[in-house]
């Protein structure tokens, strides 16, 4: 049974970190794929930030290049997002799956909200 817990999510000030972590189990982590998304409502999920199985390569949205870094452990199969100068805009509930196909199943996410 795949499963996909997300955590790390709060309220921050402007300017302020996070670090988010999403925890797998149920397939091959280390095999796959990771991609964080943020929703917010009205919008479609989109995708913010992926690493490749090893963990050597990376990419980010335009929105959170520079700000955000995405990483992971294979022996705990977690995957981080590291969330530095975050900005109100970054506000939504952030989840994590695999890429570039989802899982069918999606965690509950975590909040993130960032105050002006």
């Known amino acids: 049974q795949v499963q996909l817990v997300e955590f790390g999510g709060g309220l921050v000030q402007s300017g302020g970190s996070l670090r988010l972590s999403c925890v797998a189990s149920?397939?091959?982590?280390?095999?796959?794929?990771m991609r964080w998304y943020r929703h917010t409502p009205g919008t479609e999920r989109r995708v913010i930030a992926t690493i490749s199985d090893g963990g050597l390569i990376t990419t980010y949205a335009d929105s959170v290049k520079g700000r955000f870094t995405i990483s992971r452990d294979n022996l705990r199969n977690t995957v981080y997002l590291q969330m530095n100068s975050l900005k109100p805009e970054d506000t939504a509930v952030y989840y994590c799956?695999?890429?570039?196909?989802?899982?069918?199943?999606w965690g509950q996410g975590t909040q993130v909200t960032v105050s002006s």
């Open positions: 149920g397939f091959t982590f280390s095999q796959s794929g």
């Open positions: 799956n695999t890429g570039p196909t989802p899982l069918g199943a």
